[in-house]
């Protein structure tokens, strides 16, 4: 079972480690430039979660804290999403499409917006997969990424 719930200080007792991961960044445009303490993660998280224009949470797989999903640059009709798993035990199993539906249903239904926006890797072949499964399109093709764009009124 995969539920989203709002990211809160306590996450950063974990996600620090994640952060110091290079297996987990490769394929992210957000990379840590130093090593990051429980203390470090601890204040970033107090700072962004205070964002107005941000929804952060923490993905659970069953009770298992596995990774974070996020709307950010949110005005009144559009977002940018982001997603990753921390935990790379859980990759593969189906978490980030169930994970990211639930995002793009609270983007929908809750903040009522109508367009959410991404940025992928070309190298990130998975995660294109799955986010053309979810119907984003690709709108822009940048050098090594591409910008992509879901309507959510196509969203079931």
Known sequence: MVRIKPLEEFHAETS??????PDIWQYTFNRPDRIITPEIEREWLKKVLKNSDEK??????FDKYVGNIYLTSITNSTAYYGIFLGDLNYTGKGIAGEASLQILRYAKE?????KV????KKLNVGAFKLY?????KVIEEIEDYYKMEIDLATLT
Request: no cysteine.
């Open 16 to 21: 620090y480690k994640w952060r110091n991961n």
């Open 110 to 114: 809750q903040l009522s917006l109508s």
């Open 117 to 120: 926006f991404l940025r992928v």
């Open 132 to 136: 053309t499964k979810l119907g984003f």
């Open 56 to 61: 952060r949470f923490a993905i659970y797989f």
